[in-house]
């Protein structure tokens, strides 16, 4: 529902959180795929990859059926969830290159505030072990935007420079080409280590896991074992990780403690075929606005917090985590910038809706989609990806109501000028408080 207050909120450009009191500070965890689909995993449909662990994480917690990311492909989404803006706010996003690569001088601005830097700041040791592609160059690795410790690769397992996909521990390649095949278990182990060894304090631990993004690669134990072929493997890999990692939190006594979110970088790369994932009953994938590029499968768990087997329909999104936490931790929201961050607490605890009502659509630097309420406006649309093919316009714009029609089938525009009309006056107060930055991705 478009409302009065809503758009007040835009116009005044901060976004607050809703203010939440925790009792103690809670550990946080963000395990983040690379191009998992909505339909990749058995609690969001699948019926042949097996995700044992990750369906008794939702069984353990909550799930999250529109969930969104800031971006369908990694760069500007990763953005999204670190700053809790749209990357159009900081340059991440850009009309000519899709992301960051090894060739790119760009990178996450100094200025931008992470999740990291706000938990720093209230006692939180911090961590990100997996992919990060918010800049390889040594002012925009995560030892420069609050983490303590990194491991891993710098942008997607895709990309060489210099004889391979590099591997890295702080600001140092330690493994080139990297060992694809041991990557998805190493960051596990790397993070189960820092789990026990920070116990006794509060920690945000980021696991963007290089998978399954191609190249696929599995472990010797996982190989040649899933239904689903090479693929089903690779996530049936990460399922075990994501099983050890939540043993780990048990295993410490910090369950009770813990926030833990799963979900994807935006949806799966449809045009890698078999190689590729599943958006299940949504239409498209990576690289489009369309549901199957931007709604991720998610779910929340915290034993003892958040109700065993609960389900949240209304919309989150990525970008909602950095005020969720800021909230539960006590830390202070970034000032001095507009927000497009809101605190889910209420809807995790069961004490009332989610506060995302609106979600906007960007990709390459431009508004193609948003949805409000029920409805979701296009006024642009790239389908299927294709890297080289421009958007196709739509004047009148197409209207889909996405409870109703998930896949995104019926236009309704012509029955609904009023909300068309709503929708647009939406999109011109959203606009209007987008100031330009530096295009970080063509530098």
């Given at each position: ?10 116009v ?11 009792k ?8 983040f795929?690379?191009?998992l689909?909505?339909g ?39 953005a ?8 159009i ?9 899709v ?11 100094d ?27 040594p ?26 996909a ?7 390649v ?18 189960i280590r ?9 920690f ?22 899933s ?7 690779v996530?049936?890999e ?14 410490n006594?910090l ?6 979110v ?14 590729g ?7 498209a ?21 958040i ?15 950095l005020a ?34 609106t ?14 309420g ?29 409870e ?7 236009d ?25 930055v ?6």
């Open positions: 529902m478009i409302t009065a207050a809503f758009i007040l909120t835009l005044a450009g901060q976004v607050a959180a809703t203010p939440t009191t925790p103690t500070k809670p550990n946080i965890v963000v395990i795929c690379d191009d689909g909505y990749d995993v058995g609690c969001f449909g699948h019926p042949t990859i097996r995700t044992p662990e990750i369906d008794r994480m939702a069984a353990e917690g909550q799930k999250w059926s529109s969930f969104y990311v800031a971006a369908p492909v990694c760069t500007p989404s990763r999204g969830l670190m700053t809790g803006r749209l990357p706010r900081n340059g991440m996003t850009s009309p000519k290159r992301v960051l690569f090894p060739d790119s001088k760009g990178g996450l601005p200025e931008e505030v992470t999740i990291a830097e706000c938990l720093r700041e209230r006692g939180y040791a911090t961590a990100c072990f997996g992919k990060w592609h918010l800049g390889h160059l002012q925009y690795l995560p030892q420069r935007q609050g983490f303590d410790e990194y491991f891993g690769i710098p942008y997607s397992n895709d990309m060489s420079a210099g004889g391979g590099p591997l890295m521990r702080g600001n140092q330690i493994e080139r080409p990297v060992d694809q095949t041991t990557v998805t278990r190493r960051y596990t182990d790397e993070a820092f789990i026990e060894s920070h116990r006794e304090q509060p945000f631990l980021y696991l963007p896991h290089t998978m399954p993004h191609v190249p696929l690669h599995a472990s010797e134990e996982f190989r040649g074992t239904p689903r072929g090479l693929y089903g493997d996530v049936e990460i399922d075990q990780s994501v099983g050890r990692v939540l043993q780990s939190l048990r295993d006594g369950s009770s403690k813990t926030l833990v799963f979900s994807s970088d935006n949806g799966p790369w449809l045009s890698q075929r078999l190689n994932g599943s958006a299940g009953l949504l239409r994938g990576k690289g489009t606005t369309f549901e199957g590029g931007m709604r991720v499968p998610t779910i929340f768990w915290w034993p003892g917090t109700t065993a087997g609960s389900h949240v329909h209304e919309m989150g999104s990525t970008l909602d985590l969720t936490s800021c909230a539960l931790s006590g830390a202070d929201l970034p000032a001095n910038r507009t927000l497009d961050s809101l605190d889910l607490a209420p809807a995790m605890f069961g004490k009332g809706k989610s506060p995302r009502d979600m906007f659509y960007y990709t390459r630097g431009e508004l193609h989609a948003v949805r409000s029920a409805y979701k406006l296009h006024l642009k649309t790239r389908h299927p990806v294709n890297y080289g093919q421009p958007p196709e316009s739509h004047d009148p714009p197409l209207l889909f109501n996405v109703v029609d998930p896949s995104e089938q019926r309704i525009a012509a029955k609904h000028p009023d909300v068309v009309a709503k929708m647009r006056e939406l999109i011109a107060v959203h606009q209007s408080g987008v100031t330009p530096e295009d970080q991705l063509a530098r």
